[in-house]
């Protein structure tokens, strides 16, 4: 038996293909290379997903800014830079990546860019603190989230082209749980060697191993045989705009999708006042980097393949779920100060992390799924860039809510993000199934 014959009783087994593999939605000539590409897509995502947990805005970020000395202010603009730099571009951008037959070196060169720029912030979290510190590193995480968004594009792009409709969210779902594992795996390492660390060398390596794991990540996705698509339709910034507001105004669905997948960013958003808040209640029991890295491991391990095939079978369903789940989990934290003394400890907050972490994936997967099923093909780089564009937006505006927590603390801040969801779930019941 061929390697081939094996990879594709593989991709059979795990994708519950059966007897007759249907390549719905992609080129005949790309059916038979389905099966490597899922392995190298999955590889290539495990390595990536891995890289993100590591050097993390939402978690390893802000602890290594508070071992630097770095003021609150900076950790305050983390996730607003991240997702705003790596979105708001992107409409820009689809016109360029329709130009070209194959599209995946759009995902390969940004890779290499955002190994780059954490080779960079490496040195800056050996080298620097404090206020130096916090602006080196925020200027290159933009760097890092404007490549990745760019990268974002080409992703979505290849897998429609790559990958047959029902078998999408189970690849994003392999990806997410092997990642997982190797996240699982270096939070272990993480907790073991913090303890008794007082220089910034594992910090070091830390952040260097992220622009590693990006190179490698790049040269895998670089193998996958990506068939010629259509370079027809190109247009410029400002036709693409004008074309951008048309889908706007005449998809009905597509406002909705993207006022859903707004609102469900109220599930990342709330993740670090969690932390916060366990901190308050909890002291230094929340504050090592390691217990939040396996955390997030596990999570992933946990949820993925769930989430993957509950995606396929509906995302839109599964956006409904997670709204119902981020609703549940967020009321709970809020109400984490008044818990009895008995049930309010580091065991149940680390539940409670660990479940926001599980629906953020579940929330990610399902938009994607959902986006890659639902839009035209002729149109998806347009489709995910005015997508992503107004998730910038939002964004944005969801970066001032962080003000309301000074003034009326953190669980009505909570109860806010769960108003967002209530919100959300009723837009994810009007959705189109697709």
Not at 168 to 192: D, E, K, M, P, Y
Not at 291 to 313: E, H, K, L, T
């Amino acid at each position: 038996m061929s390697n081939n014959d094996l990879v594709a009783r593989a991709f059979d087994l795990i994708t519950d293909e059966g007897e007759e593999r249907a390549c719905e939605a992609i080129p005949d000539s790309a059916c038979h290379e389905t099966p490597g590409n899922y392995f190298k897509n999955v590889f290539s995502g495990a390595l990536s997903k891995l890289a993100e947990q590591l050097v993390s805005p939402g978690t390893t970020l802000p602890w290594i800014f508070s071992a630097l000395g770095v003021p609150n202010l900076f950790s305050g603009a983390l996730v607003p830079i991240k997702d705003a730099g790596s979105l708001l571009p992107q409409l820009f951008v689809s016109a360029k990546i329709r130009n070209y037959a194959v599209r995946k070196w759009f995902w390969i060169v940004p890779a290499l860019i955002q190994a780059i720029a954490l080779a960079a912030m490496a040195f800056v979290v050996l080298n620097t603190e404090q206020t130096t510190a916090g602006i080196l590193i925020l200027s290159l995480l933009l760097l890092f989230s404007i490549a990745s968004g760019v990268a974002s594009i080409s992703f979505k792009d290849v897998i429609a082209k790559t990958i047959p409709k029902g078998k999408r969210g189970q690849l994003l779902a392999a990806r997410s749980t092997i990642g997982g594992v190797l996240t699982l795996i270096a939070g272990i390492f993480v907790l073991q060697d913090l303890q008794g660390e007082n220089d910034n060398s594992l910090l070091f390596w830390l952040v260097m191993s992220g622009a590693i794991l990006w190179v490698l990540s790049a040269l895998i996705f670089a193998s996958i045989r990506e068939e010629s698509g259509s370079t027809t339709g190109g247009r410029s910034p400002i036709n693409e705009l004008e074309k951008a507001w048309g889908f706007w105004k005449d998809d009905v669905n597509l406002r909705r999708f993207i006022f859903t997948r707004g609102l469900l960013m109220a599930i990342p958003l709330a993740q670090p006042f969690f932390v916060i808040l366990g901190k308050e209640e909890l002291e230094n029991e929340v504050s090592n980097l390691g217990i939040m890295v396996i955390a997030a491991g596990i999570a992933s391990i946990v949820s993925s393949p769930f989430w993957g095939r509950f995606a396929d079978q509906s995302s839109r369903k599964l956006m409904v779920w997670v709204s119902v789940l981020g609703i549940v989990n967020i009321s709970l934290m809020a109400l984490f100060p008044i818990w009895p003394d008995a049930f309010k400890n580091i065991y149940t907050f680390a539940g409670l992390f660990l479940i926001q972490v599980m629906a953020h994936g579940g929330a990610r997967l399902s938009r994607k799924t959902y986006l890659v099923d639902f839009a035209p093909e002729k149109e998806r780089p347009l489709y995910f860039s005015l997508s992503n564009t107004m998730i910038g937006v939002f964004t944005l505006i969801a970066a001032g809510l962080g003000s309301f927590s000074s003034i009326f603390g953190i669980p009505t801040m909570l109860f806010l993000f769960v108003a967002l969801l209530v919100l959300a779930l009723f837009l994810a019941f009007r959705l189109k199934e697709v």
